[in-house]
């Protein structure tokens, strides 16, 4: 493993004594980290030629000589902590690698090497840890998106990746990041919420959920529509799980993070174009078309977001029922107005009216999530989409959530179930 060194060396590090105690600790962290490597290359060893027990002995006699220099005294718990930090330097993703580990945190947030946040149960908090400058944030970012096979740099300035546990990176890199590099992690759960889950967290009440259970199973075709970090994948990742086991399902995304629970399931990403080579690039679209050759039973998107639109409503409406996607929209008619927007933008053409049968034939149902300002995700709507009257979209709102002062609830709005043929078509087959 490739490893750059802090910028400044041992000496430099420690001339100043007029640091607050945070920031001696992190100089002493740096200056342990690099007498390290210099220990480890003087013994001309490599990291990961080292158990764990043996690289722990390295850094305590490197951490030894900075105190000794600097005529410094720790105790043992925060001569431990210190070896641990430095231990992620080498092996893992330095300061953030305690949040990645820690499964209360969902959201990792770098601001430049100054500022980590992080977001628990919808929280966000900020933390003592930093980077010791940009060129060490640089670095571990490089870490993170180089074995993805990704790159940034001055000509491609931000990136998608993931790392090997499925947890979504963004980064963005000066000059479009006028503070310095940009961080953020939306980790993947080590197990993906079931709909147990979604109830347990009162993101739904059961009969809502049941319902869901039954559009799924009668192959309703479902978009998922909300804002950033509202929970579509949560629900669409849960929602999966009333899939049957000998149906072949296909997702695509732009970065992997669905997790179906069914194991016949084929996993897409696009790839974005490289500096090097521009037509290299592969777009949700490019893998729509091909994904009608695969013979999948459902196909899941990760996000609407392009003309790959054509297909997936092209798709939903001759054959592959049952498929479900996600889109950023506030509302169900907020969610149909920006697929006739995508639409619009592409190559297709048609009159007003025509656009919205063709879209009104291919989703069936139109599912709202939304993040509360406590910081909790909910189910806000459930809406069946039954056709148009004029140039208009005809809703049925099944199901609310209602914002009431202090009694927030969920209220069903109608009984009327637009689908029950289908619904009860489903159930007998089931039961048969």
Excluded: W
Excluded at 138 to 165: F, H, K, T
Excluded at 376 to 404: A, K
């Amino acid at each position: 493993m490739k490893i750059a060194k802090p910028i400044s060396s041992v000496t430099d590090a420690f001339a100043d004594r007029r640091l607050s105690d945070g920031e001696y600790i992190q100089k002493l962290k740096f200056g342990a980290y690099e007498g390290t490597l210099e220990g480890l290359e003087a013994k001309k060893l490599t990291v990961d030629r080292l158990s764990e027990g043996m690289l722990r002995d390295e850094i305590a006699r490197a951490l030894e000589v900075v105190l000794a220099v600097e005529g410094a005294t720790l105790g043992v718990t925060q001569r431990s902590m210190l070896i641990e930090e430095v231990e992620h330097e080498l092996t893992g993703y330095g300061p953030i690698q305690p949040y990645l580990d820690d499964p209360s945190v969902d959201d990792i947030l770098v601001n430049g090497h100054g500022n980590i946040y992080i977001e628990r149960d919808g929280v966000l908090e900020e933390r003592d840890s930093r980077f010791q400058n940009d060129a060490h944030l640089m670095n571990i970012i490089q870490r993170i998106v180089g074995p993805a096979g990704r790159r940034v740099d001055e000509a491609s300035p931000y990136v998608d990746a993931r790392l090997p546990d499925g947890s979504r990176v963004n980064a963005i890199i000066p000059p479009v990041s006028l503070d310095g590099p940009v961080l953020s992690i939306r980790k993947a759960r080590e197990q993906p919420f079931r709909a147990k889950d979604l109830l347990r967290l009162e993101a739904l009440n059961p009969e809502m959920l049941e319902h869901l259970e039954r559009a799924v199973q009668a192959r309703l075709n479902i978009l998922i529509c909300g804002g950033t970090g509202s929970g579509k994948t949560t629900l669409l990742n849960a929602m999966s799980s009333f899939i049957g086991p000998k149906e072949r399902l296909v997702t695509i995304e732009d970065t992997a993070e669905i997790r179906l629970q069914q194991r016949h399931v084929v996993r897409l990403e696009t790839r974005p174009p490289s500096p090097d080579n521009p037509n290299s690039e592969i777009t949700a679209r490019d893998l729509m078309r091909n994904v009608l050759r695969m013979r999948p039973d459902r196909i899941i998107l990760g996000e609407v977001r392009g003309d790959e639109v054509i297909d997936m409503l092209q798709a939903m409406g001759t054959g592959h029922h049952g498929s479900m996607a996600t889109i950023h929209a506030n509302n169900a008619r907020e969610a149909l107005d920006r697929l006739e927007v995508l639409v619009s933008l592409s190559d297709m053409r048609a009159e007003v009216r025509t656009l919205r049968r063709y879209i009104s034939n291919s989703i069936q149902m139109i599912v709202q999530t939304s993040r509360m300002p406590e910081g909790q995700r909910r189910i806000v709507s459930i809406v069946e989409v039954t056709g148009i009257e004029g140039d208009s979209y005809t809703l049925n709102e099944l199901f609310r959530f209602v914002q009431d002062g202090e009694r927030p609830r969920f209220e069903t709005m109608s009984r009327h179930f637009h689908f029950s043929a289908r619904l009860k078509a489903a159930e007998r087959g089931a039961r048969g």
